[in-house]
């Protein structure tokens, strides 16, 4: 019994030990292998991509917006008060758009929750 056990001690010792990797190593393959393991759906990354492309145009439209905004105040700053018509319609325009942004806001906000429902692999938040 005793020989066995000596035989299975040598065995591992010297020629499944050089062959051992660490738990690290061994994570970094796992998750290497499960990452080209897993089968995609081309539609289903079309669709993904699509959503987050249009996430994507709907955030720049907001920076737009938001830099209107600055424009717009800061031309309501610098009108004379004597030139009061001007003064409502920049008033006007800056009301739409704030409009115009809490509705961009409220589309990104749903865009997001789609992307995250429809379980996109690659979300990039």
Known sequence: ??????????FFTYIMAPCAITAEESSAISEQDWR??????????????RMIDER???????????SLIIRNTELEKETPTQK????????DNHEKLKRE???NLLKIRV????????GCPSIDF
Do not use: G, H
Request: glycine share 0%.
């Open 101 to 103: 942004k809490e509705l």
């Open 36 to 49: 080209s393991s897993v089968i995609r759906d081309p539609s289903l990354s079309a669709k993904c991509k």
């Open 111 to 118: 865009l997001t929750e789609n992307i995250i429902k429809k």
């Open 56 to 66: 994507n145009e709907k955030i720049r439209y907001k920076q737009k917006i938001q």
């Open 1 to 10: 019994m005793t020989f066995f056990l000596k035989l299975i001690f040598l």
């Open 84 to 91: 009061e018509s001007i003064k409502k319609q920049l008033r």
